[in-house]
């Protein structure tokens, strides 16, 4: 079983950064891909990074063009989504969640937080 809680959201003006931090309980959280998904309202969840258990693969959603990056402590049990030159398109509710399987398909994982709510202003 594994227990997720993010945070780190807020409200930031265009062109500005926040880091999400999603910490994991659970004995098995080194051994599960690691992923961060959004929602924004009216529209359906979106892949935005993922980083896989051994923390030497990254994969990013086509939108992110360099703006996001994903990384994980297994010490602390976190996984990070530094966003960067964020755009009021960004805005949305962030997910962390966690799977064996992993990749850009939410149904691969296991384990969801409660989301985190990001708004960013023009």
């Known amino acids: 079983q594994v227990q997720l809680v993010e945070s780190g959201g807020g409200l930031v003006q265009a062109g500005g950064s926040l880091r999400l931090s999603c910490v994991a309980s659970g004995r098995t959280f080194s051994t599960y891909t690691m992923g961060w998904f959004r929602q924004a309202p009216g529209k359906e969840r979106e892949f935005v990074a993922a980083v896989t258990w051994s923390a030497e693969n990254t994969y990013y959603g086509d939108f992110v063009k360099g703006r996001f990056t994903i990384s994980r402590y297994g010490a602390k049990n976190t996984t990070y989504l530094q966003m960067n030159s964020l755009k009021p398109e960004d805005t949305a509710v962030y997910y962390c969640?966690?799977?064996?399987?992993?990749?850009?398909?939410?149904?691969?994982?296991?384990?969801w937080g409660q989301g985190t709510q990001v708004t960013v202003s023009s």
């Open positions: 969640a966690a799977g064996w399987r992993g990749g850009v398909n939410g149904a691969s994982y296991d384990y």
